[in-house]
Structure formats: C-alpha cells, structure tokens
Nanobody, 120 residues
C-alpha cells in the first residue's frame, strides 16, 4: 500500500513537500517514482529514484526545482517541489516497482494520489 500526503494549494513560486508512505511490501527493494496527471492530460513521469537512493532522474520541466529522495528506514519517499508554477497543477501519484529477476515478474504499486494546485 502507498499513501501520499502533503498536497494542497500554493501560490506560484511557493514550495510543497509530498510524502509517500509504503507498507506491506519490502520497500527497500523497490524503485520509486512520482507521476502527475493534469486535467485532460495523460499521466506523466515526473521523477524517479533507485532502490538504494543512489540515482535519481527528472523530467526536463522540473529539473532544478524538484528533488526526489527516500528514507528506507521509514519506508517513505519524498518529492520536494520548489519554485512551483501553475503548470505544475496536477494530481501527483506515487509508484513503486520491482522486477524479480529470478522469475521475471514485475511488482507494481500505486498510491491514490494527492492534489497539488498552484494558483494565486
């Protein structure tokens, strides 16, 4: 299970920190990602982090403004969002994915989403 929190209404230029708490699976094995979906648009991959936190990646539109991190001791992944823009308005979803190589089986979990609205 994945549970997001931290969304809300913020003015342009403001900041928010999203959290995603995991339970019921071995969190430290899983790569974690944040996606977002704006009204009328397809779901978009925003940021990702490897299982050990050693590598991160971002969509170009958020580079330099968003930071993904994780705390495996707390089974939680974060998305720090700074310098927010109206175009960042979307529902943000947490995703966990692990490929069990022995059986080539992919395990995927999704959170329920948290709304982020950037508006003056």
């Amino acid at each position: 299970q994945l549970v997001e929190s931290g969304g809300g209404l913020v003015q342009p230029g403001g900041s928010l920190r999203l959290s995603c708490a995991a339970s019921g699976f071995p969190f430290s094995r899983y790569a974690m990602k944040w996606y977002r979906q704006a009204p009328g648009k397809e779901r978009e991959l925003v940021a990702g982090i490897t299982s050990d936190g050693g590598s991160t990646s971002y969509v170009d539109s958020v580079k330099g403004r968003f930071t993904i991190s994780r705390d495996n001791a707390k089974n939680t992944v974060y998305l720090q969002m700074n310098s927010l823009k109206p175009e960042d308005t979307a529902v943000y979803y947490c995703n966990a994915q692990w490929v069990k190589m022995a059986t080539v089986t992919t395990y995927i979990y999704w959170g329920q989403g948290t709304q982020v609205t950037v508006s003056s």
